[in-house]
């Protein structure tokens, strides 16, 4: 089947090169003439567990193509994927712009039946607002489907070729028919396809992102709380995470949650209701809870440098929003660096993917190593803000002699206390008692 996807970033690298992986040809178009012409010169242009070598695979077998011109990328295809940005407007809502303006542009070049399928995360009604766009000009009939994305970044091969479940939303039979054709390699195994009309399928992507952001906010509370009570979160977290009811997944307290989607789907949705007049309690307060979390530590640290991080040199381990993953839209790291910079500190960074994005932004306001070791050398402390596995077995020896003073900001909880207050560092993390080692 002849497929094109609208929108070459995470979801539309990711979806057209495993729909190309199941035998489809399929055209990816974006506007970005820099990220077109990488593709097609065969260099990925994102990291991606798994996604480098099957890319390159289905790029020489002929099945998968880049193009910047949308005529040329929808020409004969059967279905049209949307994977464009939502990216959040100044009221919080989700900016719309992007696919409007590619429905509007699809209408006219449509040349037979084709089914138009959103992946990216928009409000309730927008699928009514495609359609409206592309009728306005088409001659053709065509269908619009709501099937929303729920990879995650960092095992997005695994997640969109095994899926748990694929949400889509039509009440047109003859769109579920091609819709269940495309997907049955991803299905065989018994994960459903779910079918829902498209505004429920629209509510269930934001419902998913809503509630397991404050899933991690409920437990960055109680990480709080067990700060204030002298109780341990790691422990709380194994009483409750054994309760079916509750899961022992999404219960990790730290710095808070970062990426390009939890932090926009939230506000999207708080906006949402808004607009239909119904005041989402619950949501506001995650917003509110996981902004302050995010930098909580460098509370810490000031009261541990005496009120002051002016011409400290803070080392920090991990700058992506989450491992496995290069992307650092709205990471925790980057506003703890923010923060540690208004405050005078030196601030030093490593990551393995994240590095040259970070450098995007920051520049050599920062300074940057390869070797996670070689940022601790003088050091005054050591910040980690994301979960990266090299970092959760380090050499404990080496960083005691490379750092000034051996202590440990450690926002996402990874070495256990009785193990660090062995190694005589003072460490600070979340939830949990702070470990006073010999560090000064
Ligand atoms: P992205 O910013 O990585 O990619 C979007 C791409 O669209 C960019 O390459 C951009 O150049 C391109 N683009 C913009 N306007 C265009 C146009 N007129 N024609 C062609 N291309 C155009 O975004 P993303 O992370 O892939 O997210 C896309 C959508 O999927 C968003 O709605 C997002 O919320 C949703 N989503 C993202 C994830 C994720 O993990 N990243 C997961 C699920 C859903």
């Known amino acids: ?108 070049l449509l040349k037979e039946y084709t089914v138009i399928v959103n992946k990216s995360t928009v409000p309730v009604g927008t699928s009514e607002l495609v359609r409206e766009s592309i ?18 970044e960092g095992l997005a091969v695994e997640d969109f070729m095994k899926p748990e479940r694929v949400v889509v939303g039509t009440r047109s039979q003859r769109a579920i028919k091609v819709i269940e054709n495309l997907y049955a390699p991803f299905t065989r195994q018994g994960n ?23 899933k991690i906010t409920f437990m960055n509370e109680i990480a709080n709380l067990c700060e204030k009570l002298g109780a341990d979160v790691d422990l709380v977290r194994k009483g409750i995470g054994t309760d079916s009811r509750i899961g022992k997944r999404f219960l990790f307290a730290g710095i808070g949650y970062g990426g390009s989607c939890f932090p926009k789907d939230v506000k999207a949705l708080a906006k949402s209701s808004d607009d239909a ?3 989402f309690k619950i949501l506001k307060a995650v917003m509110s ?28 381990w991990g700058l992506s929003f989450k491992p496995y993953t290069d992307d650092i839209r709205e ?22 993917e994240a590095m040259e994005n970070v450098k995007k932004i920051f520049s050599d306001k920062i300074q940057y190593s390869e070797n996670q070791y070689d940022i601790l050398q003088g050091a005054d402390a050591l910040l980690i803000a994301t979960e990266w596995p090299e970092y959760r077995n380090p050499d404990f020896e080496r960083m005691a002699l490379a750092m000034k003073t051996k202590v440990i ?24 008692k702070i470990v006073n080692g010999n560090s000064k």
């Open 1 to 108: 089947m002849k497929i094109a996807v609208i929108g070459t970033g995470y979801v539309g690298l990711v979806t057209g090169t495993c729909f190309a992986e199941t035998g489809n040809t399929v055209t990816c178009v974006d506007i970005d003439e820099k990220k077109v012409s990488t593709l097609q010169q065969g260099k990925i242009t994102i990291f991606e567990h798994g996604l480098e070598t099957m890319f390159e695979k289905n790029l020489h077998q002929g099945r998968l193509f880049f193009t910047t011109d949308l005529a040329t990328g929808i020409k004969d295809a059967k279905i049209i994927l949307l994977a464009l940005p939502t990216p959040p407007g100044e009221d919080g809502s989700a900016d719309l712009q992007y696919v409007l303006k590619v429905a509007e542009q699809i209408g006219p």
């Open 135 to 152: 009728a306005r000009n088409a001659s053709v009939e065509f269908d619009v489907v709501s099937n929303p994305e729920f990879l995650r």
């Open 192 to 214: 459903p396809i779910i079918l829902m009309d498209e505004r429920s399928a629209e509510l269930t992507k934001y419902a998913a992102n809503a509630f397991l952001a404050t």
């Open 277 to 279: 007049d119904y005041d």
């Open 289 to 316: 809870v996981n902004d302050k979390q995010k930098t909580k530590l460098i509370g810490s640290m000031k009261k541990y440098f005496n009120g002051s991080l002016k011409g400290k040199t803070i080392a920090m």
């Open 331 to 352: 990471a925790p790291s980057l506003y703890n660096i923010q923060e540690l910079i208004d405050g005078g500190a030196v601030v030093r960074g490593h990551d393995p």
């Open 409 to 432: 900001f450690d926002g996402r909880n990874l070495y256990g206390l009785d193990e660090i207050a062995e190694l005589g560092f003072t460490y600070y993390s979340v939830g949990r």
